[in-house]
T-cell receptor
């Protein structure tokens, strides 16, 4: 049974048109992460929530925002997608920080910008 | 700061060959070490992990031993299958990284029948 679910698997959006990607988890984990991954490169952490505390990476563009309305759900909002934002977006959860605890990843949402 | 270096790919092997993917790390503390696997079009899955020196992580026939003296965590498998074709990422996490994952660049593995 999937424990971290990302919807949709594939998303096509127009240049400059806001888009929202969603992630849900059934693990009741404290931490939820959003990563951007391009062309099988290493994932790049955009931000994460520890419970309700939001932590933004210093180099994450302002164009990317996130919301976590409750423990189970987390959203990635891209306010004005550019062609360079086309990528796989991965959601992950962990009980606490990664540390020695396992991180669980969703299957990802592949975003295409046209 | 912390960093992870993996051997460049792609690595191409025949089925039943022995696999080694090298991974070395730089960290000031005592990191936990991980191997993640990403099958085509999928998210990442934890393959194995080790949390202290001399620990051996193993899963699905893959093994890696945490070697503090050589700061290495090489991934090995005795006999690979076509279904092992994927991208493999080595990663670490420790206090200095605020327990965020520091990733290697990934190694693409191609297994030919």
């Amino acid at each position: 049974d999937a424990m971290v679910i990302q919807n949709p698997r594939y998303q096509v959006t127009q240049f400059g048109k806001p888009v929202t990607l969603s992630c849900s988890q059934t693990l009741n984990h404290n931490v939820m992460y959003w990563y951007q991954q391009k062309s099988s490169q290493a994932p790049k952490l955009l931000f994460h929530y520890y419970d309700k505390d939001f932590n933004n990476e210093a180099d994450t563009p302002d164009n990317f925002q996130s919301r976590r309305p409750n423990t189970s759900f987390c959203f990635l909002d891209i306010r004005s997608p550019g062609l360079g934002d086309a990528a796989m977006y991965l959601c992950a959860t962990s009980r606490d920080g990664f540390g020695s605890t396992e991180a669980f990843f969703g299957q990802g949402t592949r975003l295409t910008v046209v | 700061g912390d960093s992870v270096t993996q051997m460049e790919g792609p690595v191409t092997l025949s089925e039943e060959a022995f696999l080694t993917i090298n991974c070395t790390y730089t960290a000031t503390g005592y990191p936990s070490l991980f191997w993640y696997v990403q099958y085509p079009g999928e998210g990442l899955q934890l393959l194995l992990k080790a949390t202290k020196a001399d620990d051996k992580g193993s899963n699905k026939g893959f093994e890696a031993t945490y070697r503090k003296e050589t700061t290495s965590f090489h991934l090995e498998k005795g006999s690979v299958q076509v279904s092992d074709s994927a991208v493999y990422f080595c990663a670490l996490s420790d206090h200095d990284s605020n327990y965020q994952l520091i990733w290697g660049a990934g190694t693409k593995l191609i297994i030919k029948p």
